[in-house]
T-cell receptor, first 113, second 116 residues
């Protein structure tokens, strides 16, 4: 196990609702990256947080937002959920933005109906 | 644009045999990193092996080795002595060397099934 935890494990939401996913980074890690993995696809980079600031963003709309707290845990918020948001959401923590070692959590499976 | 291509949607291998999973990449950056991850059905991405673009030797980690052919832009994963527990999805990924986020770009993945 990597020491990275995510909650909840599974979640079912209705289109138009809002959702918050949580990630606790490994001890000593100050950087959290979030990825979206649709069924049968590779993960896609959503954004990264480093020392409580957004440090890079992938091709995702503004309704995907995040936060990082002083203890370096992080939240991913998605507003106005769409059916295509159904996916596995993975977070990965690392010792810095350029560290090649990223440790992934088990993911949150989001289903939007 | 940077891209990772995995052309094998699924592979079968007999237990104790070796298997090669293919990965090709495209980038114009001279500095980049290549990764392989294993994803069991539980969903967690498990880091297997890393190869830097300037590394002279192919990376090895236990039963995993990376066959890095820079001129061909390929980074194939070789798993020796396959075990039943190796059955999983395998992803090749590239790190954006130009940026400062360590953002990973993943391929589509290859499902590996190990037969007893």
């Amino acid at each position: 196990e990597t020491g990275v935890t995510q909650s909840p494990t599974h979640l079912i939401k209705t289109r138009g609702q809002q959702v918050t996913l949580r990630c606790s980074s490994q001890s000593g890690h100050n950087t959290v990256s979030w990825y979206q993995q649709a069924l049968g696809q590779g993960p896609q980079f959503i954004f990264q947080y480093y020392r409580e600031e957004e440090n890079g963003r992938g091709n995702f709309p503004p309704r995907f937002s995040g936060l990082q707290f002083p203890n370096y845990s992080s939240e991913l918020n998605v507003n106005a959920l769409e059916l295509d948001d159904s996916a596995l959401y993975l977070c990965a923590s690392s010792t810095g933005p350029e560290s090649y070692e990223q440790y992934f959590g088990p993911g949150t499976r989001l289903t939007v109906t | 644009a940077q891209k990772i291509t995995q052309t094998q949607p699924g592979m079968f291998v007999q237990e104790k045999e070796a298997v090669t999973l293919d990965c090709t990449y495209d980038t114009s950056d001279p500095s980049y990193g290549l990764f392989w991850y294993k994803q069991p059905s539980s969903g967690e991405m498990i880091f297997l092996i890393y190869q830097g673009s300037y590394d002279q030797q192919n990376a090895t980690e236990g039963r995993y080795s990376l066959n890095f052919q820079k001129a061909r832009k390929s980074a194939n994963l070789v798993i020796s002595a396959s075990q039943l527990g190796d059955s999983a999805m395998y992803f090749c990924a590239m790190r954006d060397g130009a940026g400062n986020t360590g953002k990973l770009i993943f391929g589509q993945g290859t499902t590996l099934q190990v037969k007893p």
